[in-house]
């Protein structure tokens, strides 16, 4: 079993940053990659960024190239998602994934957090 923690989440003004933090306990599988996603009100979860636990190996979505960052601490067992330039469209519920699987399917999830990007 892999248990997912996340916290950092909060309001914060447009152009505002925020870091979120994520957890990996009880890990009796290897994590192959680790990843964030979002979940805004009335739309489908979307993948946001991703980080391959070995090799560091990173991936964004489009529309936060540049304004967030994936980051890991193998040692602490800890992913972060570094938020800057905040948009109120960046609202949404953030989930921490981990893949266990070869195939890259996420197979763990976190509980989510809340971030709110005010105008």
């Known amino acids: 079993q892999v248990q997912l923690v996340e916290s950092g989440g909060g309001l914060v003004q447009a152009g505002g940053s925020l870091r979120l933090s994520c957890a990996v306990s009880?890990?009796?599988?290897?994590?192959?990659?680790m990843g964030w996603f979002r979940q805004a009100p009335g739309k489908v979860r979307e993948f946001v960024t991703s980080?391959?636990?070995?090799?560091?190996?990173?991936y964004y979505a489009d529309s936060v190239k540049g304004r967030l960052t994936i980051s890991r601490d193998n040692a602490k067992n800890t992913v972060y998602l570094q938020m800057n330039s905040l948009k109120p469209e960046d609202t949404a519920v953030y989930y921490c994934a981990a893949s266990t699987l070869v195939t890259g399917t996420w197979n763990y999830w976190g509980q989510g957090t809340q971030v709110t990007g005010s105008s």
């Open positions: 980080i391959s636990w070995s090799g560091g190996s990173t």
């Open positions: 009880r890990r009796t599988f290897t994590v192959y990659a």
